[in-house]
């Protein structure tokens, strides 16, 4: 296998590949054995797979994903992780095909009887979807796009702190997309609503796949036009804007587009700590 293998989607094998990697999930959990993604057949192993997905080809392997029944008791040597949590300990580009063969199950999982008509669906032999073969209904994978977006005003940038944060740990704005709004619309309303500021400038950086639990971050710059910060109750603890020499704390390392979008603030005033870069899955 090449050092930087293209992953390729694929709904079937065409021809089979020298190795396989199997993306195992129990209850939303990723499934490790020995530490590792099994490289073998699940059912080898002893698991219980109620079902399987074939993903695609990454280099010399074919990607599965499998999930296990709800009450599926686990062999030895194996172990349930939230995939969040491994970041940093698988492979990068293994982790991010985590991502996609989670969102994956979820989907066949809570897709299996139409949303119309309440009638069994069928996985669709053209396309990754599940198909009502009563009213013909067809259901695809969910994904939900949001916004995240670094205000900056000069040489500084707004950080906010949300409720759910850890304790001190500030970042940038974000939100969902609403129906029938561009994205930059979005990144308008989701600062006025969050922090009352009007902005301009809008101007796109970067995307990420984040499947906590099956979004799309679109990542934007911005700039600070009018107004005085106002946190949304219930919403925004509290929200400043921080000078790239007096940042106060974030989230650390790089798993994140919000980090990126600091990283990349702090690289243009010549305090960058973090490097500025995206998982190599294309």
């Known amino acids: 296998m090449s050092t930087n293998?293209?992953?390729?989607?694929?709904?079937?094998?065409?021809?089979?590949?020298?190795?396989?990697?199997?993306?195992?999930?129990?209850?939303?959990?990723?499934?490790?054995?020995?530490?590792?993604?099994?490289?073998?057949?699940?059912?080898?192993?002893?698991?219980?797979?109620?079902?399987e997905h074939y993903l695609g080809r990454l280099g010399e392997l074919d990607v599965h994903a499998a999930?296990?029944?709800?009450?599926?008791?686990?062999?030895?040597?194996?172990?349930?992780?939230?995939?969040?949590?491994?970041y940093?300990?698988?492979?990068?580009?293994?982790?991010?095909?985590?991502?996609r063969a989670v969102q994956v199950v979820e989907w066949s999982r809570t897709h299996r009887?139409?949303?119309?008509?309440?009638?069994?669906?069928?996985?669709?032999?053209?396309?990754?979807?599940?198909?009502?073969?009563?009213?013909?209904?067809?259901?695809?994978?969910?994904?939900?796009?949001?916004?995240?977006?670094?205000?900056?005003?000069?040489?500084?940038?707004l950080l906010a702190r949300s409720p759910h944060f850890p304790k001190g740990i500030h970042?940038?704005?974000?939100?969902?997309?609403?129906?029938?709004?561009?994205?930059?619309?979005?990144?308008?309303?989701?600062?006025?609503?969050?922090?009352?500021?009007?902005?301009d400038n809008v101007r796109y950086f970067s995307s990420q796949p984040w499947p906590y639990p099956n979004s799309l971050m679109l990542g934007f710059q911005a700039d600070y036009v009018s107004g005085e910060i106002t946190p949304q109750p219930g919403e925004i603890e509290e929200a400043a804007f921080y000078r790239f020499d007096a940042m106060p704390s974030t989230f650390p390392g790089r798993m994140s587009i919000s980090q990126w979008l600091i990283a990349d603030f702090l690289a243009r005033h010549g305090r960058a700590t973090v490097p500025v870069e995206t998982p190599d899955v294309r």
């Open 113 to 157: 009887f139409c949303g119309a008509c309440g009638a069994a669906t069928v996985p669709s032999e053209t396309a990754r979807s599940r198909v009502c073969p009563s009213c013909r209904l067809e259901a695809f994978p969910r994904l939900s796009p949001a916004i995240i977006v670094a205000v900056e005003r000069g040489d500084e940038i």
């Open 171 to 199: 970042s940038v704005l974000a939100g969902f997309v609403d129906l029938g709004e561009s994205v930059e619309d979005a990144v308008r309303r989701e600062v006025m609503e969050e922090v009352g500021l009007e902005i």
């Open 5 to 51: 293998p293209r992953f390729v989607p694929a709904l079937a094998k065409t021809e089979a590949a020298a190795e396989s990697v199997y993306f195992v999930f129990h209850r939303r959990q990723l499934v490790l054995v020995d530490g590792n993604v099994p490289g073998q057949d699940p059912r080898a192993l002893g698991f219980e797979v109620t079902e």
């Open 67 to 86: 999930s296990l029944a709800e009450d599926a008791a686990l062999p030895e040597a194996s172990s349930r992780h939230e995939l969040i949590s491994l």
């Open 88 to 99: 940093g300990t698988l492979p990068e580009t293994l982790h991010a095909l985590a991502g």
